[in-house]
């Protein structure tokens, strides 16, 4: 679970700290865990809802960018698309926490964006927005580390 809020939490003191918090919710709220789904699905909610609360307080989307609504956003896979997990938590350290988190909920969560706009207490066209850029800063940095120039 600590990869879990690893992924929304830059600092691993924070992380770890974040994941203490929803192992507290877990251990008193365990009676409403109704056998609907896995534990484990049921313990890495908690998991995201406690980093999410975390980044709220922190206040990551008072810098959000939201695109012009005219912009085409098409989106063709990318190399971004292609890269392994493993490889994942390293390029999402060097992204804003409101890239990040809306990454995260979007690729690796499966969210939609209405979920994540009600989630992160966004508009809709802000979390696509965030996560264009994520998408675009990721690939920026991944072939930056491959040594790839232009494009």
């Not at 989307?61 to 971004?80: M, Q, R, S």
């Not at 992160?120 to 994520?134: D, E, R, V, Y």
Request: hydrophobic fraction near 40%; proline fraction near 3%.
């Amino acid at each position: 679970m600590l990869g879990v809020c690893r992924r929304y939490v830059h600092d691993l003191s924070e992380a770890e700290d974040v994941m203490v918090e929803g192992f507290f919710k877990v251990l008193t709220k365990i009676d409403m865990f109704n056998g609907d789904g896995s534990f484990e699905g049921w313990v890495r909610r908690i998991m995201i809802n406690e980093s999410l609360m975390y980044l709220r307080k922190s206040n990551p989307f008072k810098y959000a960018e939201e695109i012009n609504p005219n912009i085409d956003l098409g989106e063709e896979p990318t190399v971004v698309d292609k890269l392994e997990s493993e490889n994942i938590l390293g390029l999402l350290d060097e992204l804003p926490p409101g890239y990040r988190t809306v990454f995260n909920l979007y690729v690796v969560e499966g969210y939609k964006h209405r979920e994540i706009a009600e989630e992160l207490g966004i508009s809709i066209n802000t979390s696509k927005s965030q996560l264009i850029l994520a998408k675009n800063r990721m690939e920026e940095l991944v072939k930056k580390r491959l040594g790839i120039v232009g494009s």
